[in-house]
Nanobody, 115 residues
Framework: VQLVESGGGLVQPGGSLRLSCAASGFTFSSYAMSWYRQAPGKERELVARISSAGSSTKYADSMKGRCTISRDNAKNTVYLQMNSLKPEDTAVYYC?????????WGQGTQVTVSS
């Protein structure tokens, strides 16, 4: 099983990033997918979640209106489009797959919002 995040990096305040998470080794279309983040000295927190079919989404209050989670089950990939980024969005962003009896984490990708 692999969850490989990409798309992180350094961006200026107000900028945008699109994170991707490529999944392999499990039945991607059967798993709800989420993005979490963890800033230094803070607990890991949910950013966004999408149901297995992509019909339902949920966002953290801090990110509502600034990000969109989507998935392509044909490509086994989940995305997180983030806009109007703020310095407080700086964190390691993790992909998370939740299935009926198993769950998996990616290794994370660093997002740094700074001028």
């Amino acid at each position: 099983v692999q969850l490989v995040e990409s798309g992180g990096g350094l961006v200026q305040p107000g900028g945008s990033l699109r994170l991707s998470c490529a999944a392999s080794g499990f039945t991607f279309s059967s798993y709800a997918m989420s993005w979490y983040r963890q800033a230094p000295g803070k607990e890991r927190e949910l950013v966004a979640r999408i149901s297995s079919a992509g019909s339902s989404t949920k966002y953290a209050d801090s990110m509502k209106g600034r990000c969109t989670i989507s998935r392509d089950n044909a490509k086994n990939t989940v995305y997180l489009q983030m806009n109007s980024l703020k310095p407080e969005d700086t964190a390691v962003y993790y992909c998370y797959a939740a299935g009926p009896r198993r769950w998996y984490w990616g290794q994370g990708t660093q997002v740094t919002v700074s001028s």
